[in-house]
């Protein structure tokens, strides 16, 4: 044990790694301490002999591995005193990485805050009937509502489809129907999604565009909620100190209906041509489940009540990084891809 | 719809800077989209929901400014009682009230057709209509103004003094005053003279009967069309005018005789005449208004607040919905403008929008988190899984469109085999994409001139199925790169293939081109085929108690033994031998590495040597293989 104590102390006080060599040889050396004791082994009466090589062996142990690790040490500390003659104000060399695309980062944040909340994902058919896509969500045909939702057809050739009844679906609330109708409330879910609509396109529209559709439903279901969910995301996932706005609107399958803006985050609310100079660009459609779509899905409508919203998921990657073009999304230009 | 303030201004008091009164619009409902400065006047333009058809007028955009700012409305004064004081001038109307609910018109003799005033020209200008004569202008005037359509006829080309409300029975031809020509679908609606079809109920009149510089006597409707009806004529002819738009909505049941006597006081100071017939109200209903309950605590659980009872009472009363208080619930008298006011729900709405949302707390729901997985759920940490792989591995992730043109296909695939959009935005977006292929190699051509290593993924659907019938949507992973070789791409579906617990050889996925390395899978079925538990089903196993042997082993095989044989052929010979995989390969040699282990035991170089024995021996018989001298 004396020899263990005062080699360890040894190592531990040794400046550079000749002295580190010479220590070794000291004791485990052909003539070094330990070495010898080891020899000596032969004089100790038979039955302690092992227990004296054990404690030998374990001594030997540890003077190598304090030897080592000091020798490590060492090591580094004459490689960084190297290092002053190279260059290391140039730049690293980054791993050869590639890129997430914005929608897929921003869409797995928005995934994040709301699991939070305790909604499940879903995810549903971009070729929908006119029942889930309108009718369901009480846009019987001949509704005006539908001219807000200008519609891409499915070519019927060839098949037993009647035209006008399979369409591009135009929006995420077409899982609204689907998924309330195979399930009892409570529920809370997502629906991320792509919509087809026939748009001209521009740089705040599209047609093909991203969407986050949300709703829950419970027996006691506040306007006061929506407003409150939407603080919260929005907030997430645009910071603190993000501007909201709330207005009316209309959407048939919502009443009292609500819009959503934040502060275009482009021009910074002084108005440009991607918020049609309005300082404010609107993001998030949303209002309580009108009581006609609780019914259409057997709910009872005095019973449970809910809300339902849909985020432009697109919109919300463009205002987030400030890009002045939906389309930019679309793109697979590299030099956009590699800024992420 | 545009609205000038100064025409606001002549029905209610307005205080509010432009820019206010368009933010508080717009936080009712009518989203101001554009406040205009002309020389002499503001004009704002608003985006009107299809639910508000009575904001299609002056007269409904100054009733919500008074909601808002809680103050009168001034209506205009009407002074005609509708009463004939010339010689009546006789006319047949045979209608049905299930396609023309209500029929209300008057005759005016002996009018003078010439220009209009120009506070009247100045007022159409300003709503970006052209003014045309005094009767027309009147019509349109009345029409911006309180929100009934109104037509005039001439009562001197109604042949037969007979006039008839039918559907069309598809084919009849019709020509409108503006000089167009239509062929009419089944079901239009139209009113017929003894010989032909002079009007275009509810869009647009016709030319052979309008108001022109002769025209004496006239006819003026204010109808009810069928919203229906009106709306599939419409859009079977892309046909839309502004009294089409309304009636598609909803137009105001109630207000047709007011909107005709307007006009009539109109018409009789600017052009003269004398009323020469009785008034005409066809109809079967009644068109009053209606009642609606409102329970003030069905009401305080939707909305989340209180509001005190005299607020909702004021703000109902400032909607002059006409509310009546008994035992917490209020009945609420819907004026017959108000078409989208039917249920509970409706009032609700009306409450928290003047109440004005902003000020609503907010709180975040409480109750039970569901806790059954929802129906059509996706685990999206999987596809953030794959992606992970595939970003570490240099690709970059791009999204692109759906919907492709016929130039893109590649040959092989016929646009008669793929899903098809009718009525495309344009003819490069008209098909479904079949595969990710066309514009995976489209992205890396467009790359080419900026960057020489490019590697690019697209995780997104596609659309299998010659026709309806079989249409499927598929995701699909699919990569190309110009910079990895086969190996690198297969080894990296190997690794994500492992990472989730599939066990198969990506090779039949992938594909060699000229342009690079591409990869294909069918995301959807791999979806099917991992088990929920792909995150839980890897098992821990300890670390080995003894150290193996490891050897590497050359072979001489011909060139169409292939690896993957050899080596599930070396795995076979013994249970110890814990992993084989190929170390190196120059021309016909084939070096293997193995590694032999035994839980239980040292192994000796004895036993290794009889297993080694045993995958000669067995290589040689199955594939002709020799050790390498």
């Known amino acids: 044990m004396q020899i263990k104590n005062s080699a360890v102390s040894m190592i531990i006080d040794a400046v550079d790694q000749k002295e580190l060599e010479e220590i070794k040889l000291q004791f485990l050396g052909r003539s070094g301490k330990l070495t010898l004791t080891l020899k000596g082994i032969t004089k100790i009466p038979v039955e302690k002999r092992s227990e004296v090589g054990k404690l030998a062996n374990e001594v030997k142990k540890t003077i190598e591995e304090t030897l080592e690790e000091k020798n490590s040490t060492l090591r580094s500390k004459f490689s960084s005193l190297k290092k002053q003659s190279i260059d290391t104000t140039a730049p690293g060399i980054k791993p050869a990485i590639g890129h997430l695309h914005p929608m897929t980062q921003v869409l797995s944040e928005v995934i994040d805050v709301f699991k939070q909340i305790g909604f499940q994902v879903a995810d549903g058919p971009e070729i929908e009937t006119d029942y889930y896509n309108f009718e369901a969500l009480n846009i019987p045909k001949d509704h005006p509502a539908r001219d807000t939702q200008q519609t891409l057809y499915l070519d019927t050739r060839n098949s037993k489809v009647n035209p006008g009844e399979i369409i591009l679906r135009t929006q995420t609330s077409a899982m609204q129907g689907r998924i309330m109708e195979k399930v009892k409330p409570p529920v809370r879910v997502i629906v991320p999604g792509k919509n087809f609509r026939y748009e001209q396109v521009d740089s705040s529209h599209g047609f093909e565009f991203w969407q986050v559709e949300g709703f829950m439903v419970d027996t006691n279901v506040m306007l006061t909620d929506l407003f409150g969910t939407i603080e919260y995301v929005l907030q997430k996932l645009m910071g603190k100190n993000v501007k909201l706005k709330f207005t009316t609107t209309n959407f048939p399958f919502v009443e009292p209906g609500v819009d959503t803006y934040i502060e275009c985050s482009i021009c910074k609310g002084k108005g440009c041509s991607f918020c049609k100079q309005s300082g404010w660009s609107e993001i998030m459609p949303a209002g309580m489940i009108h009581p006609n779509v609780l019914k259409a899905a057997g709910y009872d409508s005095q019973k449970f009540s809910g809300f339902a919203f849909a985020i432009g998921l697109s919109r919300l990657v463009t205002l987030r990084y400030q890009m002045n073009d939906l389309r930019l999304l679309t793109n697979p230009d590299m030099r956009i891809l590699n800024q992420f | ?629």
Not at chain 2, 71 to 86: C, D, E, G, H, V
Not at chain 2, 118 to 126: H, N, Q, S
Not at chain 2, 313 to 339: F, G, H
Not at chain 2, 439 to 448: E, F, I, P, W
Request: a neutral charge.
């Open chain 2, 1 to 629: 719809m545009l609205a000038p303030l100064s025409w606001l201004k002549e029905y209610i008091d307005i205080t509010l800077a432009p820019k206010e009164l368009g933010e508080k619009l717009t936080e009712v409902g009518l989203g101001c989209e554009k406040i205009i400065k002309t020389s002499d006047d503001i004009i704002f333009e608003l985006e009107i929901t299809p639910n508000r058809p009575d904001c299609l007028s002056i007269i409904g955009i100054a009733r919500e400014i008074a909601a808002i700012e809680n103050k009168k409305i001034k209506y205009p004064i009407l002074k005609t009682n509708l009463k004939p004081k010339a010689k009546l001038l006789p006319l047949i109307i045979k209608t049905d009230p299930n396609i023309n609910p209500r029929f209300t018109g008057i005759i005016i003799k002996g009018i003078k057709v010439g220009e209009s005033p120009k506070w009247l020209k100045d007022k159409l200008k300003k709503m970006n209509q052209r003014p045309i004569n005094n009767i027309v202008d009147i019509t349109n005037y009345v029409m911006l103004e309180l929100g009934n359509p109104i037509h005039a006829f001439d009562y001197d080309k109604i042949i037969g003094n007979m006039m008839t409300v039918s559907k069309t029975k598809g084919g009849e031809k019709f020509e409108s005053v503006d000089d167009i020509s239509y062929h009419l679908a089944k079901d239009a609606v139209v009113i017929s003279d003894k010989e032909k079809i002079i009007d275009l109920c509810g869009i647009k009149g016709g030319k052979n009967s309008g108001t022109y510089e002769e025209t004496k006597n006239i006819l003026i409707r204010v109808p009810v069309e069928i919203s229906s009806l009106t709306r599939r004529t419409s859009q079977a002819l892309g046909l839309r005018s502004d009294a089409s738009s309304i009636f598609e909505r909803g137009v105001n049941t109630g207000g047709t005789i007011d909107a005709l006597k307007r006009t009539v006081d109109l018409v009789l100071e600017l052009a003269g005449g004398e009323i020469a017939s009785d008034l005409y109200d066809i109809k079967e209903k009644d068109f009053k208004p209606w009642k609606l309950k409102l329970r003030i605590d069905r009401l305080n659980k939707i909305l989340g607040i209180e509001i005190p009872i005299k607020k909702i009472m004021v703000i109902l009363e400032s909607l002059n919905l006409s509310p009546i208080l008994t035992k917490n619930i209020i009945e609420a008298t819907i004026p017959t403008y108000r078409q989208d006011l039917k249920i509970e729900e409706d009032l609700i709405e009306e409450i928290a929008r003047i109440y004005n949302y902003n000020n609503f707390p907010k709180t975040l729901p409480v109750g039970e988190i569901p806790t059954i997985q929802v129906p059509y759920f996706k685990d999206y940490r999987l596809d953030e899984k794959i992606k992970n792989i595939l970003q570490a591995s240099g690709f970059s992730e791009i999204y692109t469109y759906s919907l492709i043109g016929e130039k893109d296909l590649p040959d092989g695939i016929n646009s008669q085999d793929i899903l098809r959009v009718d009525n495309p935005v344009s003819r490069d977006f008209e098909y479904l994409r079949p595969t990710l292929k066309i514009n995976l190699l489209k992205a890396l051509s467009q790359n080419k001139s900026n960057f020489e290593n490019i590697s690019l993924f697209e995780l997104g659907k596609v659309y299998s199925g010659k026709n309806l019938d079989e249409a499927k949507e598929i995701y699909f992973l699919s990569g190309i790169t110009n910079s990895k070789n086969f190996f690198e791409v297969k080894g990296l579906l190997e690794k994500i293939f492992e990472d989730i617990g599939i066990n198969e050889n990506p090779t039949k996925y992938i594909e060699i081109l000229d342009k690079g390395i591409f990869f294909e899978l069918n995301y959807s079925e791999i979806l099917k085929n991992i088990s929920a538990s792909w995150r839980t089903n890897k098992v821990f196993k300890p670390l080995p108690k003894y150290p193996p042997i490891v050897e590497d082993l050359s072979i001489i095989a011909t060139e169409n033994a292939e690896t993957t044989d050899i080596i599930s052929e070396i795995k076979t010979q013994s249970p110890l031998i814990a992993d084989v995989s190929l170390l190196d390969r120059f021309e016909n040699s084939r070096t293997f590495h193995i590694i032999y282990q035994d839980k239980n035991k040292n192994l000796t170089g004895e036993e290794v040597a009889k297993i080694r024995e045993k995958i000669l021996k067995s290589l040689k018989g199955k594939f002709n293989v020799g050790l390498k001298e």
